[in-house]
C-alpha cells in the first residue's frame, strides 16, 4: 500500500504556532507523518524544525525553553524614540534563538522538502523561498519570512528587503497547491473572525493595539478567502483544517506555549478521526 503524500501548511501565528506542534503529534499519532511542509512566519520555524526531522515531543523540549525576552528585546531608547527606528526590537535576539531552535544552515539539510513565505516590500511580491521558490541559507530564509513590520525590520537578502510572509500568505494554501499531495493538513493560528477575547486585558501602547488591531482584520479576510478559494478551485486534493481557539492578540504569550500546544493536539485529533485517520 502506497503511503498517503501529506503536505502539512503551518499558518503565522507568532507564540501561537505552539499549537502546530501539538497537531504534529496528533498526526504522528495517526502515523500521517508529513511528507513536506509549506510554512509563514513562526509556523515556518515550526515547520523547518519538523522538516529536519525531529519529532513533535523534541520540537516541544526545544520551544518551551525559549523566553520571550528572547525574541522580543526592546531597541534602547524605544519609549523616546521608537517612531524613528526601523523597528521596535532588535532583530538579532530573535535570529540567534531561531538558529539554536534550528540548527540547520541549509534547505538540503533537511530531511523533508521545506517552502517558506515571504514578501518583497518594495515590489509587494509574495515570494516563495526554498523547496519550489528562491535559494537562499536557510537561515536568511527563516529570517525573512519572521520579519513582521513594525516589531522587526526587513531582513535584507541578496539585495531585496523581505518581510514577514503573513502580509500576504498569513495561512499558504497557495503556495502549497503548488505541490502535488493526497491531503494537506493546515493548521491556522492566524488572525481570524473567530478568535475569542483574551481572558485578561493586553498591556500595550495604544498606538502598537491600533495596529495590530489593523493589521488582524486584514490577515482574518486573507485567510477567509484563501479557505474559500482552495474549496472552490477544482482538482484540489483533500483539505483539513485544523483551527484551534485560540486568543487574539498572543503574538509574544510564550508563557501560554503549553496552553496553545495542547490545544492544537485535541482540535486535530478531532479533526483527524471526524475525516476517518485513528492514531
Do not use: N
Not at 503551518?10 to 501539538?22: C, D, L, P, S, V
Not at 486584514?218 to 483539505?239: I, N, S, V
Amino acid at each position: 500500500m502506497t503511503a498517503l503524500r501529506v503536505t502539512a501548511v503551518f499558518g503565522g501565528g507568532g507564540a501561537k504556532a505552539a499549537a502546530q506542534i501539538g497537531a504534529l503529534r496528533a498526526l504522528e499519532e495517526a502515523g500521517l507523518r508529513p511528507t513536506r511542509y509549506v510554512g509563514t512566519s513562526m509556523g515556518g520555524v515550526i515547520a523547518a524544525g519538523a522538516a529536519s526531522g525531529a519529532s513533535a515531543d523534541e520540537l516541544s523540549r526545544r520551544f518551551r525553553s525559549v523566553k520571550v525576552t528572547e525574541v522580543a528585546r526592546p531597541r534602547a531608547l524605544t519609549p523616546v524614540a521608537g517612531l524613528w527606528f526601523p523597528s521596535l526590537l532588535r532583530p538579532e535576539p530573535l535570529r540567534e534563538t531561531i538558529a539554536r531552535l534550528v540548527p540547520e544552515r541549509a534547505f538540503s539539510d533537511l530531511a523533508s522538502p521545506l517552502t517558506l513565505t515571504t514578501v518583497d516590500v518594495d515590489t509587494r511580491e509574495l515570494l516563495l523561498l526554498g523547496d519550489g521558490g528562491l535559494q537562499m541559507p536557510l537561515q536568511d530564509a527563516l529570517a525573512a519570512t519572521t520579519a513582521l513590520p513594525v516589531y522587526y525590520p526587513p531582513a535584507e537578502v541578496g539585495g531585496r528587503r523581505l518581510a514577514d510572509g503573513g502580509l500576504r500568505a498569513v495561512l499558504p494554501l497557495d503556495a502549497a497547491a503548488g505541490f502535488e499531495a493526497d491531503l494537506v493538513v493546515a493548521v491556522d493560528v492566524g488572525p481570524g473572525f473567530d478568535e475569542p477575547q483574551p481572558e485578561h486585558p493586553v498591556r500595550a501602547p495604544a498606538l502598537l493595539l491600533a495596529h495590530d488591531m489593523g493589521e488582524g482584520v486584514l490577515m482574518a479576510q486573507q485567510a477567509q478567502d484563501t479557505l474559500l478559494r482552495w474549496r472552490a478551485t477544482p482538482g484540489r486534493c483533500r483539505l483539513l483544517h485544523v483551527r484551534p481557539p485560540l486568543p487574539r492578540r498572543a503574538t509574544f504569550a510564550a508563557e501560554l506555549f503549553g496552553e496553545f500546544e495542547q490545544a492544537g493536539y485535541d482540535t486535530a485529533r478531532a479533526a483527524l478521526a471526524k475525516d476517518g485517520h485513528h492514531g
